[in-house]
C-alpha cells in the first residue's frame, strides 16, 4: 500500500514537471514570437504576463528566458488537455473556472465545451480551430435536425454556437 501511494505521488510529482516544461516552452515561444496559432483567453494572460516579467531577466539567454518560463508556470496549477484546448488556470484565479464546484475546478465532470469555451483558462493551437468547427457543426446538425428540442436544451445549443464563434474569432485575431 505504502509503494502504491509512493509510486502515485512520484507520477504526479512528475506530471507537474511536465506540465511545467510546457507552460515554460509556451512562455518562450510566445517570447520568441513563433507563429504556432495560439489562441484563446489564456494567451492574453500570458502575454501580460510575460510583458510584467521581461524586464528583469535577459531573454537573449536561453537560460533567462527558462528561468522566466519557470517563474511565470508557478503560477499555474495544473495543466488539462481536452479536445478543444487546453485548460491552464491560474492559482489565483482557480475560483472563475467554468468549472467551479464551489470548492475545486471539476476539470472531469466540468470539462463541457459550453464550459471550457467561455472560460478564462482556455488555451487553443491551431490544432484546436479544428475541433471547435467540427464541434459547432455537430451542435448546429442538431439545432436544425431536432426541431422537438426542449427550449432550454435549444437555449445551451445556441450558446455553445455563439462561444464558439468568439473562439473562432479570437483564432483569427491573436493567432499568436
Same mark, same amino acid.
Given at each position: 500500500m505504502t509503494q502504491q501511494y509512493t509510486e502515485g505521488k512520484? &507520477?504526479? *510529482?512528475?506530471? +507537474?514537471?511536465?506540465?511545467?516544461? /510546457?507552460?515554460?516552452?509556451l512562455v518562450c515561444n510566445l517570447v520568441e514570437e513563433k507563429d504556432l496559432g495560439y489562441f484563446g483567453p489564456q494567451v492574453s494572460v500570458l502575454m501580460k504576463l510575460i510583458k510584467d &516579467?521581461?524586464? /528583469?531577466?535577459d531573454v537573449d539567454n536561453p537560460k533567462e528566458m527558462e528561468a522566466m518560463g519557470y517563474a511565470i508556470a508557478d503560477g499555474f496549477d495544473r495543466l488539462k488537455v481536452n479536445e478543444t484546448? +487546453? !485548460?491552464?488556470?491560474? *492559482?489565483?484565479? +482557480?475560483?472563475?473556472?467554468? !468549472?467551479? &464546484?464551489? *470548492? /475545486?475546478?471539476?476539470?472531469?465532470?466540468g470539462s463541457l465545451f459550453v464550459n471550457c469555451s467561455a472560460c478564462i483558462h482556455n488555451f487553443c493551437q491551431r490544432g484546436h480551430k479544428e475541433a471547435i468547427e467540427r464541434h459547432m457543426i455537430s451542435v448546429s446538425n442538431m439545432l436544425d435536425n431536432a426541431?422537438? +428540442?426542449?427550449? *432550454?436544451?435549444?437555449?445551451?445549443?445556441?450558446?455553445?454556437?455563439?462561444?464558439?464563434e468568439k473562439l473562432l474569432a479570437m483564432?483569427?485575431?491573436q493567432n499568436v
Open positions: 512520484d &507520477n504526479e *510529482k512528475q506530471g +507537474l514537471s511536465i506540465e511545467k516544461e /510546457f507552460i515554460t516552452e &516579467n521581461i524586464d /528583469f531577466y484546448g +487546453l !485548460c491552464m488556470p491560474r *492559482k489565483d484565479t +482557480l475560483d472563475q473556472s467554468k !468549472c467551479w &464546484n464551489g *470548492k /475545486f475546478p471539476d476539470y472531469e465532470e426541431p422537438l +428540442l426542449g427550449e *432550454k436544451l435549444r437555449k445551451k445549443y445556441e450558446k455553445e454556437l455563439q462561444q464558439g483564432a483569427d485575431i
